[in-house]
């Protein structure tokens, strides 16, 4: 019996899972794809829309096709993408304007959309191109014309040239503010210009307007008034008084008195050394005088002053030299400071912006963009995007590719009916990039390991060593099968003595009759080449029918 419990029990149980596994497998509606265009006729030039509509849950993650995906149509603006919800379901619509400049019928390849990692393809279709109509009875025609030489483009000359005007200008405001630029003396400045005697009686004003007598600071103010006495006489009347006693000073003051130099009465010097004697006693005895006493010492200061400077015999125009060969040394000193903290912060501007500079894009990038990089500037400049060869070959460059004649042997002319090489060659460095096309006779034997074998003799007949072959496949954007031959080797440099190891890549692409082939070669430690590479194998599309 219990057996049976158990047995029924357990078929409940799967018939459960079942159940719940089918409804969420029901659930789960498949998503759907359409596509459409306005029109599948259009004259040269002309644009088609081609929209694709994809209905899927609101959870899916959805990428749509980017970039030259139409080839052989050229895609001309991919608009916004147009959503709309309804439950748990979405509807995605995105339009996209293609062309074609060429005339002729073309295939819309199938195109993938990225549904939660699973590819979906949309429908192929053919479109006419058409061309516009000519009167030749009225409208004469002339051949095409060669190419021509066109001058480097100054277009992004005049930013550089903002760039610099404006580092320039704020380097020279710098240098204005720290060093040219005469600022406001201040208080302390304009006193310590002031000769001797004007200094001392400013000074001595300042005392009477002071507060040390109110707030009981005898010692303090006592202290100032003879420092300013002294500091005069040191100065004026040039007696070492600042690091005299009271008895010393007034000695020397007097040996002066008898031998002339300085025509003071004796009742002068016996007031001045008894201020002296009571400063003495305020500083170190901590005597505190009445407050009409000290008021009144330092008015007989003031006069001792005045006396001092009346009695000093008029300055020598030696002593007048000196004194303007001061104000000289002052103004000098004062300048060279002026350059030095000047020339300090430009130096520390300069160091600030270039250690950011390095930290944000590392010293090798910050020595490449001041000093220039032959491949940098190619990486940086304005690139192009133009179809070379027939069948075209279509990819963007950082110059333009120009076209090469090549003579071909009467062996070679019963194999190949049209060829046509496009290439560039920088002017430093080992960077190159070559394009060409090529249409076999019928009967022709269709050989892309020939090519590729003819290629790399040619790199050792110009003298390349030690050449490394690597070989896979390659996929463009569209889809289009090719192989990559790719390696390193020891190339030679117009200008260098010694090879130098570099990089080299072959792209192939061909079928019945034709042939494509894009080749690059760069110096291996060059990273703007590496760059400019990558950049370039994103935008290769062949065109495959002839």
Not at 53 to 63: G, N, S
Not at 137 to 163: C, H, R, Y
Not at 357 to 381: C, M
Request: glycine residues 4%.
């Amino acid at each position: 019996m219990s057996n049976t419990v158990v047995s029924s029990f357990l078929k409940r149980c799967c018939l459960l899972c079942f159940f719940t596994v089918s409804l969420q497998l029901f659930s789960q509606t498949p998503p759907r794809i359409s596509s459409e265009v306005d029109t599948t006729f259009i004259k040269i030039g002309d644009q088609i829309m081609w929209k694709v509509l994809v209905e899927t849950d609101t959870t899916a993650q959805v990428i749509f096709p980017e970039g030259q995906t139409f080839s052989p149509l050229e895609t001309v603006e991919a608009f916004k993408t147009d959503t709309t919800r309804k439950k748990d379901r979405m509807a995605l619509q995105k339009t996209y304007a293609l062309t074609q400049f060429d005339s002729g019928v073309y295939k819309l390849p199938a195109q993938r959309i990225e549904i939660d990692g699973r590819g979906y393809f949309t429908d192929s279709l053919m479109v006419n191109v058409a061309t516009v109509p000519v009167d030749t009875t009225t409208q004469k025609m002339f051949d095409i014309k060669p190419l021509m030489e066109v001058e480097k483009s100054n277009a992004k000359l005049w930013k550089i040239m903002l760039g610099i005007v404006l580092g320039l200008f704020v380097l020279g405001v710098l240098f204005y503010w720290f060093v040219i630029r005469k600022k406001p003396l201040t208080e302390e400045e304009k006193e310590a210009l002031l000769p001797p005697y004007d200094r001392a009686l400013l000074e001595l004003k300042k005392l009477e307007n002071s507060k040390y007598l109110i707030q009981d600071e005898y010692k303090q103010y006592y202290s100032e008034l003879t420092d300013i006495v002294r500091s005069y006489l040191e100065e004026d009347v040039h007696v070492s008084a600042l690091e005299s006693t009271t008895d010393e000073l007034i000695d020397k003051l007097e040996m002066l008195k008898d031998a002339g130099e300085l025509e003071l009465d004796d009742d002068t010097l016996d007031q001045f050394k008894k201020i002296l004697q009571t400063a003495d006693l305020v500083k170190f005895a901590k005597s505190k005088p009445p407050t009409t006493v000290a008021e009144q010492d330092r008015k007989s200061i003031e006069q001792i002053v005045i006396k001092t400077h009346e009695a000093l015999p008029e300055p020598t125009e030696e002593e007048l030299m000196q004194q303007a060969e001061f104000l000289e040394e002052y103004n000098r000193k004062k300048q060279r400071r002026k350059i030095i903290i000047g020339s300090a912060a430009v130096l520390a501007l300069l160091f600030t912006i270039s250690a950011i500079a390095i930290a944000r894009y590392g010293f090798s990038y910050l020595k490449d963009t001041v000093l220039g990089h032959p491949t940098k500037e190619l990486l940086d400049g304005e690139w192009v995007a133009s179809s070379y060869g027939y069948p075209p070959i279509l990819l963007e460059t950082p110059k333009v590719l120009k076209r090469e004649q090549v003579s071909l042997s009467a062996e070679e002319k019963e194999a190949i009916s049209e060829i046509s090489t496009f290439n560039y060659q920088s002017l430093a460095g080992l960077f190159s990039i070559e394009a060409s096309s090529l249409i076999l006779t019928k009967g022709a034997e269709f050989k892309l390991d020939l090519a590729i074998e003819n290629y790399l003799k040619g790199l050792e007949s110009r003298g390349t060593k030690n050449i490394i072959t690597k070989q896979e496949e390659f996929t463009t954007v569209s889809g289009i099968q090719g192989i990559k031959t790719y390696g390193s080797g020891k190339f030679v440099v117009p200008g260098e003595e010694d090879l130098v190891n570099g990089n080299y890549l072959i792209l192939s692409f061909g079928g019945e009759q034709f042939q494509q082939q894009v080749a690059l070669t760069w110096l291996k430690e060059d990273p703007y080449a590496q760059e400019i590479v990558d950049r370039i194998l994103k935008t290769i599309e062949v065109k495959t029918e002839v």
